[in-house]
């Protein structure tokens, strides 16, 4: 039986439906024999257990906890969904405070029980808040950190995919940057549609300048449709494309779409958003965006948007000012 690694992966959050998705996920690519479930809720997350026993998986050693300590204690590998989801009418940004205080919470308990943590993915809404306020009291270096937000590239492929008429797999190189949220940036200038740029279709009669302003509406509120369209928040995309975040820092297959980092540079400062990335064994690293002026100038609005969302949690007194960052994490 092969498996990427040995190493513990831990799942927390892992009674709710990202959770228990995560777990199945990762077990079917054989990340790991070693696979941990936590969550505070017990009979929920016995349930998965029985539910991962159920499938068969040959060579999977299953372990559960509701004990934060012996959940963490070892574990190389994290993906949380442990926040509360959103729903209908909703944004991300209404779960701002209560998932920011969990986020802390959950950076303190790294840094108490598993410092010598590998990686983690934090997906948790609003996921580029929550992973900031968490690298911030897990003690660990920005490249250890990664949020999701590639589901809205993978949104974008989607929409344009359905315009069209083709192949998902057709639409290539479809990016957003910025923050997980309404006020994403997205652009058009990277992606292609068949082999052919995405620019030379738009304001024409394939896809007039009206059609692709609503596709991008879309876009922004692909999770807020989900929620309409099946009565709960989306689990199945963030509980998979995570799951492939996990298996690249693990040095698995290469990860496709960008994900969310920390970012302190190219006129972006102490902030975690989607960026161009890559994420290995090594941890994540991110490139320059090249965009269109208009393009550009919407990431910086969409930065902009961040910097007041983490103003507030300051203002909270959830995570101390910015200056003060390092004395509480020394890579910051």
């Known amino acids: 039986m092969s498996f990427l690694t040995n190493d513990k992966l831990t799942i927390v959050g892992a009674a709710g439906m990202i959770g228990s998705n995560m777990a199945q996920t990762a ?43 012996e959940a963490f204690t070892g574990t190389k590998y994290m993906i949380s969904s442990g926040g509360a989801p959103r729903k209908d009418g909703m944004t991300r940004e209404d779960l701002l405070k209560g998932n920011a205080e969990i ?48 589901l809205d590239s993978t949104r974008l492929q989607s929409e344009l995919a359905k315009h069209f008429g083709i192949e998902q797999s057709k639409v290539t190189n479809t990016r ?35 059609a692709w302003a609503d596709l991008k509406v879309r876009v922004t509120k692909g999770g807020a449709i989900i929620i309409k369209l099946r009565g709960r928040s989306s689990f199945q995309s963030p509980a998979y494309v995570s799951v492939e975040m996990i298996r690249a820092a693990m040095g698995g297959e290469k990860f496709r779409w960008p994900a969310g980092c920390y970012v302190n540079g ?46 507030e949690v300051i203002g909270m007194g959830i995570i101390p000012a910015i200056d003060k960052w390092n004395t509480v994490n020394p890579n910051l």
Not at 29 to 57: Q, S, W
Not at 106 to 126: E, Q, V, W
Not at 183 to 205: E, N, Y
């Open 27 to 69: 077990a079917m690519m054989k990340l790991t024999p070693n696979i941990c479930l936590y969550d505070p809720f017990a009979l929920g997350l016995e349930g998965v257990v029985e539910e991962m026993r159920h499938c068969g998986f040959e060579g999977i050693n299953f372990t559960f906890s509701t004990d934060v300590k």
């Open 103 to 150: 986020a802390a919470q959950l950076g303190k308990d790294i840094k108490a029980y598993c410092p010598d943590l590998k990686h983690i993915t934090i997906i948790f809404n609003p996921a580029d808040i929550t992973g900031l306020v968490a690298l911030i009291y897990s003690g660990l270096k920005p490249s250890q950190v990664t949020t999701l937000a590639a």
């Open 176 to 210: 957003t940057y910025g923050g997980h949220g309404e006020q994403m940036a997205v652009f058009a200038s990277t992606a292609k549609v068949d082999g052919k740029p995405l620019t030379d279709f738009i304001g024409t009669p394939a896809l007039t300048n009206e």
């Open 266 to 311: 190219q006129g972006f400062g102490h902030i975690m958003m989607a960026m161009e990335t890559s994420i290995d064994k090594n941890g994540v690293s991110f490139g320059e965006i090249k965009g269109t002026p208009e393009e550009l100038a919407e990431l910086k609005q969409s930065y902009s948007h961040l910097t007041t969302l983490r103003d």
